[in-house]
């Protein structure tokens, strides 16, 4: 497989103070990767940087195998999407012409999520958070990306709706080659669609497992980043240490909140 996008060597942050710091990973065509992570662990920075809407420190962004410094929009039309935390919904419009402006059919929306059938004349402030999700993720994937990158698509919604929201991302991948990098919260229902799982912490990178090998281990994986970001630190640091003897773990500024944009679809 080849990389559709990769961080080689990447720090990046905000006011030139880094945040994230020496980020090696790719995501190779047709692979979902899930970013795990506390709160504060740089995950979201980690996208922005990846999108287009952060600059580099240091080190560089790939896609397709070339080095870019192109921002967001540029980036879209080369084949990225990117799906940020926010629902990024047109509320005062309707689905259909939520869609429209995307430059989206609305039949190949109702092909993806059939829900939408029914509420393409209902304006999207009207939509449960569950059909916005729908929406927004039609949007994204109906215009066949090279890569999605996908923030928190299981914020706040039911576990019924996360599982068909994800059900569609690998879809996506396994079809169309789409290759993935999606942020998640829910480590169990998110590895269940991961054939990778990348660990960070404090701005970096502590751990980078297959997707098998982090599901039979996410128990002690939940316990070592969640465990230290509910303030057992020390006892995180020593579980990861123990998880990947191979991974670095050395302490960093914890991130900001990101400022994450309506995403480019």
């Known amino acids: 497989m080849s990389a559709v996008l990769a961080a080689r060597g990447l720090s990046t942050g905000y006011a030139g103070q880094p945040v994230v710091h020496e980020l090696d990973f ?127 698509l299981s914020l706040g919604l039911a576990p019924l709706v996360v599982d068909r929201l994800l059900r569609a991302v690998r879809a996506a991948a396994d079809e169309r080659g789409t290759g993935v990098l999606m942020v998640e919260q829910h480590a169990h229902k998110a590895l269940k669609y991961s054939d990778r799982a990348i660990v960070m912490r404090r701005g970096r990178v502590v751990l980078d497992l297959t997707g098998e090998e982090a599901r039979k281990r996410i128990g002690d994986v939940e316990r070592a980043y969640l465990t230290s970001a509910g303030g057992d ?30 995403p480019a679809s």
């Open 26 to 152: 790719e995501v190779n065509e047709g692979e979902v990767v899930c970013l795990l992570g506390p709160n504060g662990a740089g995950k979201t920075t980690t996208m922005l940087a990846m999108s287009g809407e952060l600059p580099p420190l240091a080190g560089e962004v790939e896609f397709d195998g070339q080095v870019t410094k192109a921002p967001l929009h540029r980036r879209a039309r080369a084949g990225l999407s990117y799906v940020t935390e926010e629902r990024s919904v047109f509320k005062g419009m309707t689905t259909r012409d939520n869609l429209k402006v995307a430059r989206v059919d609305p039949s190949e929306a109702v092909e993806l999520f059939p829900e939408l059938a029914d509420r393409m004349n209902v304006r999207g402030g009207l939509l449960s958070g569950g059909e916005q999700q729908m929406l927004t993720l039609a949007r994204a994937l109906v215009r066949k990306p090279r890569i999605l990158l996908a923030d928190e």
């Open 233 to 262: 630190v020390e006892r995180g640091e020593a579980e990861l240490e123990e998880l990947g003897a191979e991974g670095e773990a050395p302490a960093a500024d914890d991130a900001p909140s990101g400022n994450a944009r309506p």
